[in-house]
């Protein structure tokens, strides 16, 4: 399994690097946090089956949850098996929060931050 620290994808981000990132925090979780990392676009992981095709190819994705264990682990192996590059942030959101990392109030479900 691909994975990335956030400070790693924190200078992704600072750099410009092209890359799609998205959250996958269940719906409580993500209401109780009430922040996202700045571009991501929200997803709801029950209904994966629904949104994995649009999950953009020829650039790497990187996949979060609220600690970064099996939600964001299983989606990013799911994507991963569909052919794209994927990977998940070590962590999740928690572990951003935790480097002092910018987050922002969430944004509407499936609309980027």
């Not at 996202?36 to 979060?64: F, M, N, S, T």
Request: overall charge negative; some cysteine; aromatic content about 6%.
């Amino acid at each position: 399994m691909n994975q990335i620290l956030p400070t790693e994808l924190a200078l992704w981000k600072h750099a410009g690097f092209a890359h799609a990132l998205l959250d996958v925090r269940r719906t409580s979780a993500r209401e109780r946090d009430g922040t996202d990392i700045g571009g991501a676009v929200w997803h709801d992981p029950a209904q994966w089956l629904e949104w994995k095709d649009q999950v953009p190819a020829g650039q790497p994705v990187v996949v979060y949850c609220a600690h970064g264990h099996e939600i964001s682990q299983g989606l990013a192996a799911a994507l991963c098996a569909m052919g794209r590059d994927a990977r998940t942030l070590v962590g999740g959101i928690a572990a951003w929060q935790a480097a002092g990392l910018p987050v922002r109030p969430h944004a509407d479900p499936g609309s980027p931050s």
